[in-house]
């Protein structure tokens, strides 16, 4: 697996906090310490270290749970959330190249990146997608390119290009490319020398050969193995080119790989690509989300994780329970709390869940079947927008017309609207009681 180390030490973190009995400031303040060791021993960079581990521990202290969150799980999306954003946020920097159409890829970085090795690792990543690929030799400094290139590109069932004894690099991509483009290959593979040892070198020849072919996308290819170093290689390659983006190779299991991932992160610049062994087949497109839940060790966290983003992603919930707390409680904020947490349980668990109102509540006013719940949410999907809001106004006419559209009986509605009423009733003496305690705040972990 990719970083064994850092994957270990932060799996065993979150093992041991969904283990904890409770979560205090004192177990938080333990998980933040384990991950900063995680973090710096895999070369990340200690300010961007300290700067997470405050984020960490602010926000599981003191986020308001979501309605049917604990806070264990709260911590481990917080975790998720913000190695996340450290490693790039949520976006995938998924390739789009299209089929029937040629696309130039040109490939430049410092000796030693792994190119060659990158360049094959890409052909047998996009054949398999069903393109096709040919591979262009247009380094002409390191001896044995030539031979190499060729061999992977054979073994990958790729078209070659290739001139051997022609020291103009610039002039090779160029015939290359034309004569991919001639044969309608659809990913045309640019390889370049990379005999230079500083960005600005790098950089020119670049621009140079990039002038010639018209590349669609530049990709820089960086050794994972140089951590922290990475970073001044992707500022400058970022700064000099719109359409860049990174493959970052021998993340096998470098003790520096997490540094190298933060650090190009940090830039801006894209990483698109990962390596993730010697084997051509040993290649990903590299999702933040995904490499983060390896990290983690997903599996039952990772269903944890989409729980509570499922909760929090509803963009209605914080409306709704405002609306409910303040005594504003209508059929829609009724619908729009069915909906998203039905599988969390009966309404009882939501109003139990508004700071303040852990009170224990009738049976009778609060049972809500599934079956019920999925009835009652039938009959309000034909109401009109006026009804939701103003449940008042629905009189024998409109209930007919509800009926007829949710193939129920208006003796159906009626009994939604009871259980309404009872509801609302019920809400608006839990209101009055929590104003008479207004230093209670649901959720909120004692600080010793």
Not at 59 to 74: D, Q, V
Not at 237 to 251: P, S
Request: aromatic content about 4%; glycine content about 10%; some cysteine.
């Amino acid at each position: 697996m990719v970083l064994d180390s850092l994957s270990s030490s932060l799996g065993n973190a979150i093992k041991k906090i969904l283990r904890t009995p409770v979560v205090d400031e004192k177990a938080v303040k333990e998980l933040v310490r384990d991950i900063q060791r995680a973090l710096i021993q895999s070369d990340v960079n200690v300010k961007l270290v300290s700067e997470l581990s405050k984020r960490i521990e602010k926000r599981i202290l003191e986020e308001e749970l979501p309605p049917g969150i604990t806070r264990r799980e709260l911590a481990v999306k917080v975790v998720y959330d913000e190695l996340t954003g450290l490693l790039g946020g949520e976006r995938a920097q998924l390739p789009k190249y299209q089929r029937g159409r040629s696309t130039v890829v040109l490939l430049v970085g410092i000796q030693g990146s792994g190119k060659t090795t990158t360049a094959s690792k890409l052909t047998w990543f996009h054949k398999k997608q069903g393109l096709s690929v040919g591979v262009v030799c247009a380094d002409n400094f390191r001896a044995g390119a030539y031979d190499q290139l060729k061999q992977l590109a054979d073994r990958s069932g790729a078209e070659f290009y290739g001139e051997k004894g022609n020291p103009n690099a610039v002039e090779i991509a160029k015939n290359g490319v034309q004569r991919m483009k001639e044969k309608g290959i659809e990913l045309i593979i640019v390889d370049t020398a990379g005999r230079h040892k500083n960005e600005g070198d790098l950089i020119n020849e670049m621009k140079e050969i990039a002038e010639a072919i018209s590349p669609d996308e530049i990709i820089l290819v960086l050794d994972g193995t140089i951590g922290q170093q990475a970073m001044q290689q992707a500022e400058a390659f970022n700064q000099a080119t719109k359409i860049g983006t990174i493959f970052l190779t021998k993340l096998d299991g470098s003790a520096r790989g997490g540094g190298a991932l933060s650090a190009v992160a940090a830039t801006g610049a894209p990483i698109r690509f990962i390596g993730t062994g010697e084997g051509i087949e040993e290649i990903e497109p590299f999702s933040p989300p995904r490499f983060v839940g390896r990290l983690l060790g997903m599996g039952d966290i990772e269903a944890l994780v989409e729980k509570v983003k499922e909760v929090q992603k509803t963009t209605s919930m914080s409306k709704d329970l405002s609306a409910i707390a303040s005594g504003r409680f209508t059929l829609k904020v009724l619908y729009n709390q069915m909906q998203a947490l039905r599988r969390m349980g009966p309404l009882s668990k939501i109003l139990q869940s508004i700071p303040g109102m852990g009170l224990s509540l009738p049976k009778e006013a609060m049972d809500l079947s599934e079956e019920r719940m999925k009835k009652w949410m039938v009959i309000m999907q034909s109401m009109t927008e006026e009804e939701l809001e103003e449940p008042h106004i629905i009189d024998g006419s409109r209930m007919r017309r509800i009926a007829r559209g949710s193939g129920t009986t208006p003796k159906d509605i009626r009994e939604l609207l009871d259980q309404y009423k009872m509801s609302k009733k019920f809400v608006k003496q839990m209101v009055t009681k929590q104003k008479r305690f207004p230093g209670m705040k649901g959720g909120q972990i004692p600080k010793h």
